[in-house]
Structures are given as structure tokens and as C-alpha cells.
């Protein structure tokens, strides 16, 4: 035996070396496997957390079954008050619901609201107030990437600021009738209602003067009855409550902003001024009073200062917001988001604009 090679009796401090090696080697393998592992898991949680803060009450899991244009949609409708009802609610009954007479008269294209849960599921209260007053619904399969793509549903439904008429059907139906809790009847004796829309502490988008602004407007014209609401705290109140503030506005007055979509519940032939920043124009809600059968007016004001004209005030707080977004994209946003000062040529406008509102029968 002492003449066999060594390699087939190795010696025992070989034997322990060899085996004492493997098993670190199968630990280190082991360790590489546990980290990979919790790392898969930490990007799954990662992952779902980003899509529960993107697309709220969707299920992440579904969201591989979507186009990249649909999930824009969820991203911007999830979070917005006003895309979600403007351009997701309404213009979803536009294509279905829309159409004149009723619905058993109307023609064959017209069918009931199609929708997907999750967007029911968002206030279920605001739907049965819709249902209550004769509109009805389909829910659809979700992920619905035919019907809720999002530039597919802006083009085939009035277009991206409302402006097509070939494919904005008329509609026999008004959102503000559905959440009108009082049914006030606009009788000649009751003074005519105008609703001050105050972005109130916005340090981004907001009129310097507003206050001096709303209280030359009260006493130069009495015979209204003013109301002020702060849309900071109007966005904190489910949308049923955000809708019967409106249902009995004969005049609204505000800032250009998202508040304006409250629009969509006010009585037919009511007034919509919107104040704009000199140099900044969009036609969105111009377009949608127009849909809605509303008179609109339009004040185009200068930036805060006295030299009139000239490029607003951006504040730190908007410069931060959108520090990384495209040139033109930030350009665009600071002729927005200005603070605006309304002058006395303003206010001039804005009182005969009031007066002869005030002055005309209900």
C-alpha cells in the first residue's frame, strides 16, 4: 500500500482541508442566494409601494396587462380631481350617454356609461347620486386599454381642450341636477349667486390683491350675494360635497385652475369668468363652458407690480417643482403659475361684467 500514488489515500490534512472548504464555499453560496432573494422582495415592495402612490386602487399586479398610455391616464386622473371628472368621468358619458332625447328615444349608439370599478370604487356615493337621476352604468373588465388609453380618449371624445365639435355629442343631462339638494327654483326675487373661487395661501398661482379685489366688487355691486370659497380646503371634500356647492351658482369668478371644473355642475346659461396671466392662454375651460351651455368671460391681467406686462412673479416654490421638466415645459408653467395683481382698469371690467349680470332677470 505504501507504494500507491498519494492521490488515492490522500493524506488526512488534505481530507480536512478539502472538507472544510466546501461547506464555506456552500455558506457563501447559501448567504448570495438569501441577499438575491431579499432584494427581489424589496424591489417587489418597492415596486408595489410606487404603483399604490401612482395609480392608487389599482392593482399593481394588473398593471403589466396595460399600455403605457393607459397607465398615463391612471397617473394623471388617480390624483386630480379635475382630470378624473372632466376628462375621465365626463367625457366617458359624453361617449356613451351622449346623444339627444331620452334614452329609450335616442339613437343606437347611445348605451350606458362604461367604466371600470376602480373608478366607481373611487366615491361610490358620488355614482348613486348620478344613477338616482337617470343615468346608468356598465362596469368593464379592467384593464380597459380600448377605452381608457389616455390620448385615445382626449382625441375620440371633444378633443384635447374641448374643441371638436365632430366628436362632442350634445347631451341631455346635467351633472348639477343630480346633487342639487335644495332644488332652489331661480325665481325673479332671489338675488342672483356668485362664488368667489380664492386659491387663498397659494404661494405659486394666486391674485396678490384678491381681497381688496373681492371687497370693491361687494360694494360697487350690493344687490348679489357673495360667497368665497378657499379651493385648498374645497379639494379636501368628497367630490358629492364639491358638486352641491355648486348646483345653485349663477355666477363663478376665478383664477385659471383646476377649480374651475366645478363648472360641470352649475345651472344652464350661468356666467364662468376666468382670470388668466397676460402672456399665458388655454382654452380648456372656455371650450367646456361651451359644452355645458354656460356663458364665459375672459380677464387677462398683468403680473404683480407696477410696470405692468411684464414676465410674472415665479416663485421658489414653482421654480422647485419644476426644476427638472423640459425647457419649453417650464416655460410654459411660469407664464401659469404667477402671482397676479389685478389693477384698477381690472377691477372695472370684472364690476361691469357683475352689474350687468346683476341687473339681468333670472
Not at 393607459?70 to 346623444?99: A, C, E, K, P
Not at 360635497?241 to 350661468?270: C, I, R, W
Request: hydrophobic letters at 40%.
Amino acid at each position: 500500500m505504501a507504494l500507491l500514488p498519494s492521490f488515492v489515500f490522500p493524506s488526512s490534512s488534505s481530507s480536512s482541508s478539502s472538507s472544510s472548504s466546501v461547506p464555506s464555499r456552500t455558506r457563501r453560496l447559501a448567504k448570495l442566494c438569501i441577499v438575491l432573494v431579499v432584494l427581489m422582495c424589496a424591489k417587489s415592495s418597492l415596486v408595489f409601494f410606487i404603483s399604490h402612490l401612482a395609480y392608487g386602487q389599482v392593482n399593481p399586479l394588473m398593471l403589466v396587462q396595460t399600455s403605457s398610455d393607459y397607465r398615463q391616464m391612471l397617473y394623471v386622473t388617480r390624483n386630480n380631481y379635475s382630470h378624473f371628472v372632466r376628462d375621465l368621468i365626463w367625457r366617458s358619458v359624453i361617449r356613451d350617454w351622449g346623444g339627444e332625447g331620452d334614452y329609450e328615444q335616442a339613437n343606437t349608439n347611445r348605451r350606458p356609461v362604461r367604466l371600470e370599478q376602480w373608478m366607481i370604487d373611487k366615491e361610490p356615493e358620488y355614482f348613486k347620486r348620478l344613477e338616482r337621476a337617470g343615468m346608468q352604468f356598465e362596469i368593464v373588465r379592467a384593464p380597459n386599454n380600448e377605452l381608457f388609453s389616455w390620448n385615445k380618449l382626449l382625441h375620440s371624445v371633444c378633443g384635447n381642450f374641448f374643441e371638436d365639435d365632430a366628436t362632442c355629442k350634445a347631451l341631455d343631462f346635467r351633472f348639477g341636477d343630480a346633487f342639487n339638494t335644495t332644488k332652489t327654483i331661480r325665481s325673479e326675487k332671489r338675488r342672483k349667486r356668485i362664488v368667489w373661487l380664492s386659491r387663498g395661501t397659494n404661494q405659486r398661482r394666486a391674485i396678490s390683491n384678491e381681497k381688496f379685489v373681492y371687497n370693491a366688487l361687494k360694494s360697487a355691486i350690493p344687490n348679489m350675494e357673495y360667497l368665497i370659497i378657499n379651493s385648498s380646503i374645497l379639494k379636501k371634500n368628497p367630490m358629492v360635497k364639491q358638486a352641491e356647492m355648486f348646483t345653485d351658482v349663477d355666477v363663478l369668478v376665478s383664477l385659471h385652475g383646476a377649480g374651475l371644473t366645478n363648472m360641470l355642475y352649475m345651472p344652464e346659461d350661468s356666467l364662468v369668468v376666468e382670470i388668466m396671466p397676460k402672456g399665458y392662454a388655454k382654452d380648456t375651460y372656455m371650450n367646456f363652458a361651451k359644452r355645458l351651455k354656460l356663458r364665459y368671460k375672459r380677464l387677462t391681467a398683468d403680473a404683480d407690480g407696477d410696470k405692468g406686462a411684464k414676465a410674472g412673479k415665479v416663485s421658489l416654490s414653482t421654480r422647485t417643482k419644476y426644476a427638472f421638466n423640459s425647457k419649453e415645459d417650464k416655460e410654459r408653467k411660469f407664464k401659469r403659475d404667477v402671482i397676479i395683481k389685478l389693477h384698477d382698469y381690472d377691477i372695472d371690467s370684472l364690476r361691469d361684467m357683475l352689474s350687468l349680470e346683476a341687473s339681468k332677470r333670472k
